[in-house]
C-alpha cells in the first residue's frame, strides 16, 4: 500500500494506494472536522486546490448529525460528495478536551457531550463501529491524548493502555471489515504513539504497536502546549523505531515551519486546522511571508493577496477588495482567505515532494524556513 519513491536525508517522497485512490506523500489533510471546510468551501472547492485527503472527525459526526444517519446516506463520501480518501480521527482527541467530566476505565471512557450534556461512552470497539459506519478510508485507532505536563507514572499507565486498546481497535475492525453491510470493507487502520514527552516510554510504545502490523503509524500527543523543540525531540528518538515501509503521521501539526522540519525527519503525513483557522480572521500564508490583511497599508492595494499565486482568491480579487469585505462581515472574505491558505499549504506539499525527488530538500528548506518568517 506505501512505496518509497524517493529518499533524500530522512526526508520521504512516497505513494500511499487506497481503495479511494493513491495519495502522493508528504501530504497536508484538509480538515473538515463535521464534513465540511469551516468557511464555506465546498468539496469541489478541495479539487480546485489540491486536497488529496480530507479529514473529518468521529466524535462530531456520531453527535451530530450521526453515524448511523450518514451510514443510512451511504457514508461519508457520498454525504459530503466527495470521492478522494478520507482520514477519521478517533475521536480520542476531542473526549480529552472538551468533555468538562470524565472517567476513563479499561473499558473505555464515560463523559458527556460538550453539545447538550448527554452521557456517552467512547471505547476501542465504539469507536471503530462509528468510523466503519462513516466508511472513511483511514480509521484511527481510539486513544488517550495525555495533557503536557504529564507525570511520568500516569503517562506510563497512558501509553500502555493505549497500546491494549490499539489490539482491541484492530481486532474490532477485522470483525466490521467482514460483515455484508460494511460501508467500506477495505477500511485501514493507523495506530498512534503515545508517551508524552518522555523518550523511554515514546521508544517503548511504538515498538510494541509497530509489531501490530498496521496501515500507518501516528505521533500523537503533540503540538497541545510542549515547545518546539521538545515535539521535534520526541520525533528524533520515536521515527527509527517506526516501521520504514508504512506511512508516519504527525497528528495536529502544524505551522508552515513545522511541516517543513517534520518532513526533514520523516513524517509523511500533516493536518491542522490552521490554515483555515487563521484565515477566517484575515492572517494570511504567502511565499514571501506571513500577512494580516487587516492592516490599514492594504487598504487601497490593488495586488492579489500573492502576486503568482493560483487560488480562486488571488486569481480574481485584490487585497482592498478582501479586506473591504472582512470589514463588512461579509461571509465571501472568510471563503476566499481559507480557499488561499489551504492551496497554499497544498502546492507547499507539491514543492516539498518535488525538492525531495531532485535530491535538494536540506537547501529548499532552509529557503524557506527563511522566507516564511518575514512578515508582509
Known amino acids: 500500500m506505501f512505496k518509497l519513491i524517493k529518499q533524500d536525508g530522512l526526508a520521504r517522497r512516497g505513494e500511499f494506494n487506497t481503495v479511494h485512490g493513491t495519495v502522493q506523500t508528504p501530504v497536508f489533510m484538509n480538515v473538515g472536522t463535521l464534513g465540511a471546510i469551516k468557511g464555506a468551501v465546498s468539496s469541489m472547492d478541495l479539487k480546485d486546490i489540491?486536497?488529496?485527503?480530507?479529514?473529518?472527525?468521529?466524535y462530531h459526526l456520531h453527535v451530530r448529525p450521526g453515524d448511523k444517519i450518514i451510514k443510512e446516506m451511504g457514508g461519508l463520501h457520498k454525504f459530503m460528495n466527495w470521492d478522494r480518501p478520507i482520514l477519521t480521527d478517533s475521536g480520542g482527541f476531542q473526549v480529552f478536551s472538551l468533555a468538562k467530566l470524565r472517567k476513563i476505565k479499561e473499558e473505555g471512557v464515560y463523559f458527556n457531550s460538550h453539545i447538550d450534556g448527554k452521557k456517552i461512552f467512547m471505547g476501542p470497539e465504539e469507536s471503530m463501529q462509528i468510523q466503519s459506519n462513516l466508511g472513511s478510508t483511514i480509521a484511527m485507532a481510539f486513544d488517550e491524548c495525555v495533557a503536557l505536563p504529564a507525570e511520568y507514572k500516569y503517562a506510563k499507565e497512558s501509553h500502555e493502555r493505549t497500546i491494549r486498546w490499539l489490539k482491541r481497535c484492530k481486532d474490532e475492525l477485522k470483525r466490521l471489515n467482514s460483515l455484508p453491510d460494511t460501508i467500506n470493507p477495505h477500511q485501514m487502520l493507523f495506530g498512534i504513539n503515545q508517551g508524552a514527552t518522555f523518550d523511554d516510554l515514546r521508544i517503548e510504545n511504538m515498538k510494541e504497536i509497530a509489531k501490530l502490523d498496521l496501515d500507518g503509524y501516528a505521533i500523537g500527543g503533540l503540538a497541545v502546549g510542549e515547545t518546539t523543540e521538545e515535539m521535534y525531540h520526541i520525533l528524533d528518538v520515536t521515527l527509527p523505531h517506526a516501521p520504514q515501509d508504512k506511512p508516519r503521521y504527525l497528528m495536529g501539526v502544524g505551522t508552515p515551519q513545522n511541516i517543513l522540519e517534520a518532513v526533514d525527519r520523516g513524517i509523511d503525513f500533516f493536518d491542522c486546522v490552521m490554515p483555515s483557522r487563521n484565515a477566517?480572521?484575515?492572517?494570511?500564508?504567502?511565499?514571501?511571508?506571513?500577512?494580516?490583511?487587516?492592516?490599514?497599508?492594504f487598504e487601497k492595494d490593488p495586488l492579489p493577496i500573492e502576486p503568482g499565486c493560483t487560488?480562486?482568491?488571488?486569481?480574481?480579487?485584490?487585497?482592498?477588495?478582501?479586506?473591504?469585505?472582512?470589514?463588512?462581515?461579509?461571509?465571501?472574505?472568510?471563503?476566499?482567505?481559507?480557499?488561499?491558505?489551504?492551496?497554499?499549504?497544498?502546492?507547499?506539499?507539491?514543492?516539498?515532494?518535488?525538492?525531495?525527488?531532485?535530491?535538494?530538500?536540506?537547501?529548499?528548506?532552509?529557503?524557506?524556513?527563511?522566507?516564511?518568517?518575514?512578515?508582509?
Not at 50 to 58: F, I, P, R, Y
Not at 331 to 359: D, P, Q, S
Open 50 to 58: 489540491g486536497c488529496q485527503v480530507e479529514l473529518s472527525n468521529t
Open 280 to 297: 477566517r480572521h484575515c492572517n494570511l500564508f504567502t511565499e514571501n511571508g506571513y500577512m494580516n490583511l487587516k492592516n490599514e497599508k
Open 311 to 376: 487560488c480562486p482568491a488571488c486569481r480574481n480579487y485584490s487585497r482592498a477588495y478582501i479586506r473591504h469585505l472582512f470589514k463588512a462581515k461579509e461571509m465571501l472574505a472568510m471563503r476566499l482567505c481559507v480557499l488561499h491558505n489551504l492551496n497554499f499549504y497544498n502546492r507547499l506539499m507539491e514543492n516539498i515532494r518535488k525538492a525531495i525527488e531532485e535530491g535538494r530538500y536540506s537547501e529548499f528548506k532552509e529557503e524557506k524556513l527563511k522566507a516564511y518568517s518575514r512578515r508582509v
